[in-house]
């Protein structure tokens, strides 16, 4: 069976774009054949910089039988336009066609059957083909040249050259023929744009065509292109006596700029080391798509060898691209250490930032004080909706040092950090590069001689980043990483941007596991609803402040305000306020719940048992810590002895109650001991009011251990009970007391755990 | 065609300007002088911003002296500078062998593809201010961005109709690159030699030291600001003032309004290398220019050198 090849060669692709291009063409290309009744066996697909490709191995040549039904005329049309209907259809007489009502328009027309049979592959082909391409999902794409004024302009991701159309067994070869705008396809492709002569290269199947193209100097594969760059790179900085630093998402991007890889090295001057090595890693790897290397054991510091990947084999050998490569990328780390060193010096105007220094305490003779300052004078936004960074900032310290003595930190060290923690934002290098937040704040702050933590701080507030990024173990870095996410979670619920399934914008799943996992690695024993509660209350402060005016308006074209106009403003404050506070909690309380399957997605990960986890957690439970205790003292002790008898106690309690409750028994609503005619009930009553009163002592002292073990004084109570006691007796009054007993032994058990969770 | 020596563009700055300039006359262009009022860049001229709108073809290259006041460095930066040249071409419609032609110009100026590494890198260029973007690439030789090159999609908020090449060369990188030297002010600018030899140095440094000193430091914000408001007024009254009278009828006064619009961009810039616009506020500063580019544009279109060429009537003319 025949094999289809297809090239699109255009300009120059975006790196980034082309993989799921060649994916989309590949996809639309098969969906078509299968569509229109071909079959295929396999399908591959490539990219350069400059073409699209898909072979589709083992086309059927003709399509199975399809029958298309076309609408025609209304049954009142004329002769001449049946007629042309009936040669349209190729049928040769009118009854041959159904007739159907149009159910909007109450007319009749015509139906004809075309029944396609054997429809040639080719002509499919050539059909699908014009149609996939004019419609190709680009996300941008663009008009060029003279035809771009007409509105049916072809557009493409860069203007399209030529539509390379094959359909060849092992001994012919056809050109599927079709034409888009200016375009015939055709069995010609070019090589490298300078290293081969660019004449047209006629193919007539892949086999020869990759091998034509790979004499042409085009690497069709970005596989193989990306595997030669990396091998190739590590070879030549081993024998340089160095090491890679291997960026795989760097080498996908570069396999995507050349069609020809060839590794070059070159070389900086030795004095910009002294610029920190992320953002010389990083100038390079932005800006000039060169990889860096370390000497050879080296664990952090940079060589001053870089490596980079020309398009062409020079004449020369590279030397030329190699001076020219080095020569841009000098310029570039000067630029770094400009900025690097700016960042360090005072701005100018500082007299305009007092007011912004004061509210934040800020000693504006230090440069990062004076960037904080300027963030909060500049009103940069943080949100639309939730207002500029420096009342972020000011939130953020507020909360804060509520939490640095829940968690033993010191108020003075999480105050300035706080502050600080933004400050880098508007330092030049954070401007250039974004993803160096928090490092940068963490470097300059130890030039300007802040304390350690404090610096250190700056940097780790941002962490953990993801489920596998290091958790700050510093209560002053605790206190500010979990003030940040808080404010943030609080804030993104308050205005309902809320994590969808498909979309987190402002990554809030990660600020959530973040706080998890601070809490639980870091032994934090915080409850978060009062958190949440101070959080939204900064918030609506704000809010409040810039929407009272709005709000105010409203109510004043609002009948339900009368009387002395002067008052309004404060009562309406007042009942705003209120309105708030009333949407607020159901918020916090979702917010809440979010964190819980956040937290049992987190739990399980970990191993606890799905059961315990359900058994403990409960709507309430807001201190992370606290319940990752209770689950764990709880899967210990029912692997005790003990721990399993009390469960089968449980679970005869609840089997008995479950069963009256479906037969619809009446329960007395309180336990009467005067209904009491055996000594076990008694015995039984006793006991558990002895265990009430401890247990409620214990979980106010959160030693859940100790509930748990407490629970084990009821076992032999229970026990007798059901062996002496039967439940169900004559008398109505002695039954339903039996059965509030055993109720109020269940309402103990639950205060402790829900054990039926764990049958 | 071969050049003296002293304009050869591995040795003279100016011989650069002279060889592309020669290039693209070859190639039917219409060499324009720079446009005398202070730009951002070449874009701003309106033989690109407002030829490149309407359905009439179009071939211009031109040498365009540009500010950028925020990239002042006191002459001490040896890559950056506030005020420097762009060499324009812009071709409408664009023609489909335009990446050749580029390519044709890097070698006329001695960037030979054998020897060096020329790659087309994703851009995709966008001047909110102009209201206009398009895709394209940097274009990078031996890593470094030589050009820019657009295939205009929308300009002043108008669908290109057809769509125009434009290609910016950064003269000075390219010169340096040329001859080989590290900083920008040890470029040889007349191409001779020993007492005869004018650096770009000479020329600029101190033009460089004191326009650095005004864009962040003397210029008065206060009287900027009045003047950015000004020019706004000025260009929406010229343009109202040009506005047909009767539907059809031609705009009377595009060019002079379009004079004001480059007039507040460049203010605006200037603003901004003193710090003094907010976030919010720089939001609002560009819709302002941006606006006055749209009606700007609006109005070109309803301008003879807009309209569609009918043939019949120019031969009749002629």
């Given at each position: 069976m025949p094999d289809l090849l297809l090239e699109l060669f255009s300009e120059e692709i975006p790196a980034a774009l082309q993989r799921k291009a060649a994916c989309d063409l590949e996809r639309l290309v098969t969906e078509r054949l299968i569509d229109a009744g071909l079959t295929y066996e396999m399908a591959y697909k490539y990219w350069t910089p400059c073409r699209l490709t898909v072979d589709i191995?083992?086309?059927?040549?003709?399509?199975?039988?399809?029958?298309?039904?076309?609408?025609?005329?209304?049954?009142?049309?004329?002769?001449?336009?049946?007629?042309?209907?009936?040669?349209?259809?190729?049928?040769?007489?009118?009854?041959?066609?159904?007739?159907?009502?149009?159910?909007?328009?109450?007319?009749?027309?015509?139906?004809?059957?075309?029944?396609?049979?054997?429809?040639?592959?080719?002509?499919?082909?050539?059909?699908?083909?014009?149609?996939?391409?004019?419609?190709?999902?680009?996300?941008?794409?663009?008009?060029?040249?003279?035809?771009?004024?007409?509105?049916?302009?072809?557009?493409?991701?860069?203007?399209?050259?030529?539509?390379?159309?094959?359909?060849s067994t092992n001994t012919e070869s056809d050109i599927i023929d079709f034409k888009i705008g200016d375009i015939r396809s055709s069995n010609v492709t070019y090589g490298h744009r300078f290293m081969s002569n660019r004449r047209p290269i006629i193919v007539?199947?892949?086999?020869?065509?990759?091998?034509?193209?790979?004499?042409?100097?085009?690497?069709?594969?970005?596989?193989?292109?990306?595997?030669?760059i990396l091998a190739d790179a590590r070879n030549l900085s081993c024998s340089q006596g160095l090491d890679l630093i291997e960026d795989e998402d760097l080498a996908e991007e570069v396999a995507g700029l050349v069609e020809w890889p060839v590794i070059l090295m070159g070389k900086f001057e030795e004095e910009f080391l002294i610029i920190p090595s992320e953002i010389i890693r990083l100038t390079i790897r932005t800006n000039q798509k060169c990889f860096v290397t370390r000497k050879l054991g080296e664990k952090n510091t940079l060589s001053n060898y870089f490596i980079l990947v020309s398009n062409i084999e020079a004449k020369d050998n590279g030397k030329t691209i190699v001076i020219g490569n080095s020569r841009v990328l000098c310029a570039r780390l000067a630029d770094a250490m400009y900025f690097w060193r700016t960042d360090q010096m005072p701005l100018p105007n500082l007299n305009r930032l007092a007011a912004s220094a004061d509210r934040f305490n800020l000693?504006?003779?230090?440069?990062?004080?004076?960037?904080?300052?300027?963030?909060?004078?500049?009103?940069?936004?943080?949100?639309a909706k939730l207002g500029t960074q420096g009342t972020r900032v000011e939130r953020i310290t507020a909360l804060a040092m509520i939490i640095a003595p829940l968690i033993g930190a010191n108020s003075e060290l999480v105050r300035r950090t706080a502050v600080l923690a933004k400050a880098d934002l508007q330092t030049e290098i954070v401007t250039?590069?974004?993803?160096?937040?928090?490092?940068?704040?963490?470097?300059?702050?130890?030039?300007?001689?802040?304390?350690?933590?404090?610096?250190?701080?700056?940097?780790?507030?941002?962490?953990?980043?993801?489920?596998?990024?290091?958790?700050?173990?510093?209560?002053?870095?605790?206190?500010?990483?979990?003030?940040?996410?808080?404010?943030m979670l609080v804030g993104f619920w308050l205005i309902n941007e809320k994590p969808t399934s498909s979309k987190d914008p402002y990554a809030l799943r990660r600020a959530a596991l973040g706080i998890i996992r601070l809490a639980l690695s870091q032994k934090c024993s915080i409850h978060l609803i009062p958190l949440f509660q101070k959080a939204a209350q900064l918030l609506t402060h704000h809010l409040v402040k810039d929407n009272l005016k709005i709000y105010e308006e409203r109510l004043l074209?609002?009948?339900?305000?009368?009387?002395?106009?002067?008052?309004?403003?404060?009562?309406?404050?007042?009942?705003?306020?209120?309105?708030?506070?009333?949407?607020?909690?159901?918020?916090?309380?979702?917010?809440?719940?979010f964190f819980h399957s956040r937290l049992k997605i987190y739990l399980r990960k970990e191993g606890a048992q799905q059961n315990a986890v359900d058994a403990i957690l409960t709507p309430q439970d807001d201190d992370l810590l606290q319940v990752r205790h209770r689950i764990e003292a709880l899967t210990t002790f029912i692997k005790t002895n003990n721990g399993k008898k009390l469960l089968d106690c449980v679970r005869r309690a609840v089997g008995i109650l479950n069963s009256e409750a479906k037969k619809k028994t009446m329960i007395a609503e309180i336990v009467k001991p005067i209904f009491f005619s055996q000594k076990e009930e008694t015995v039984l009553y006793d006991t558990i009011v002895k265990a009430e009163k401890k247990i409620t002592i214990y979980l106010a002292e959160e030693d859940f251990s100790i509930a748990l073990t407490s629970l084990a004084s009821l076992i032999g109570a229970v026990n007798a009970f059901f062996e002496k006691v039967l439940v169900n007796d004559q008398n109505m009054s002695i039954r339903v007391n039996r059965l509030a007993l055993l109720v109020r032994l269940c309402a103990l058990l639950a205060k402790v755990a829900d054990f039926s969770k764990l049958f | 065609m071969s050049l003296p020596e002293h304009l050869d563009p591995k040795r003279s700055f100016q011989g650069l300007i002279v060889t592309l300039q020669n290039y693209w006359a070859r190639h039917g262009c219409a060499i324009l002088q720079p446009y005398d009022m202070e730009v951002g860049a070449g874009t701003f001229h309106p033989a690109t911003t407002l030829r490149s709108l309407g359905p009439r073809p179009w071939k211009v290259a031109y040498v365009q002296p540009s500010r950028r006041p925020g990239d002042g460095r006191?002459?001490?930066?040896?890559?950056?500078?506030?005020?420097?040249?762009?060499?324009?071409?812009?071709?409408?419609?664009?023609?489909?062998?335009?990446?050749?032609?580029?390519?044709?110009?890097?070698?006329?100026?001695?960037?030979?593809?054998?020897?060096?590494?020329?790659?087309?890198?994703?851009?995709?260029?966008?001047?909110?201010?102009l209201g206009a973007w398009g895709l394209g690439w940097e274009c990078w030789c031996d890593g470094m961005e030589v050009s820019q090159f657009t295939y205009f999609q929308q300009i002043c908020g108008i669908e290109c109709s057809p769509v125009s090449g434009e290609l910016t060369y950064g003269l000075e990188r390219i010169a340096m690159y040329l001859q080989g030297v590290n900083s920008v002010y040890e470029l040889n600018f007349n191409g001779q030699t020993g007492s005869n030899r004018l650096s770009y140095g000479d020329m600029f440094r101190q033009?460089?030291?004191?326009?650095?000193?005004?864009?962040?430091?003397?210029?008065?914000?206060?009287?900027?600001?009045?003047?950015?408001?000004?020019?706004?007024?000025?260009?929406?009254?010229?343009?109202?003032?040009?506005?047909?009278?009767?539907?059809?009828?031609?705009?009377?006064?595009?060019l002079p309004a379009y004079d004001h619009c480059i007039k507040a961009s460049h203010i605006f810039n200037l603003l901004q290398a003193r710090g003094v616009i907010s976030v919010t506020e720089r939001q609002n500063y560009v819709l302002r220019v941006r606006n006055l580019a749209h009606q700007c544009g609006k109005a070109f279109l309803q301008t003879e050198a807009a309209a569609p060429v009918k043939v019949g009537i120019l031969e009749s003319t002629h």
């Open positions: 191995r083992g086309v059927s040549t003709k399509a199975k039988k399809i029958q298309e039904k076309r609408k025609g005329p209304s049954v009142k049309a004329s002769k001449t336009v049946i007629d042309a209907f009936l040669r349209a259809v190729g049928l040769d007489d009118i009854s041959k066609t159904e007739i159907v009502k149009d159910s909007k328009k109450g007319d009749y027309y015509y139906i004809g059957k075309i029944i396609q049979y054997e429809r040639k592959a080719q002509e499919i082909i050539a059909h699908v083909l014009p149609d996939i391409i004019r419609n190709f999902p680009w996300q941008k794409s663009m008009r060029w040249g003279a035809a771009s004024d007409k509105p049916e302009a072809l557009r493409w991701i860069r203007p399209l050259h030529s539509i390379l159309c094959l359909f007539q199947r892949f086999s020869d065509y990759l091998v034509k193209l790979e004499e042409a100097k085009v690497i069709l594969d970005a596989g193989r292109r990306k595997e030669i000693d504006l003779k230090k440069p990062l004080d004076q960037r904080m300052a300027r963030l909060d004078h500049l009103h940069v936004t943080f949100h250039k590069f974004p993803e160096l937040q928090g490092i940068m704040g963490h470097k300059y702050a130890l030039l300007q001689g802040e304390n350690k933590s404090v610096s250190q701080a700056i940097e780790d507030h941002y962490k953990p980043q993801g489920p596998k990024d290091a958790v700050p173990s510093d209560p002053i870095s605790i206190a500010v990483a979990l003030s940040d996410k808080i404010d074209s609002d009948n339900s305000v009368k009387g002395d106009i002067s008052s309004v403003p404060l009562v309406q404050k007042e009942k705003y306020d209120k309105e708030i506070n009333a949407r607020v909690e159901p918020v916090l309380r979702d917010l809440l719940s | 006191y002459s001490e930066n040896p890559n950056r500078l506030q005020h420097y040249y762009q060499f324009q071409t812009l071709l409408k419609p664009s023609p489909p062998d335009l990446q050749e032609l580029y390519l044709g110009s890097l070698w006329a100026i001695g960037l030979d593809s054998d020897l060096h590494d020329i790659r087309f890198v994703e851009d995709d260029w966008e001047s909110p201010t033009a460089e030291q004191e326009y650095s000193r005004f864009n962040f430091e003397f210029s008065d914000t206060d009287l900027l600001h009045r003047h950015f408001v000004d020019a706004e007024r000025e260009c929406t009254t010229i343009l109202a003032a040009g506005s047909p009278k009767k539907p059809r009828e031609l705009h009377l006064c595009v």
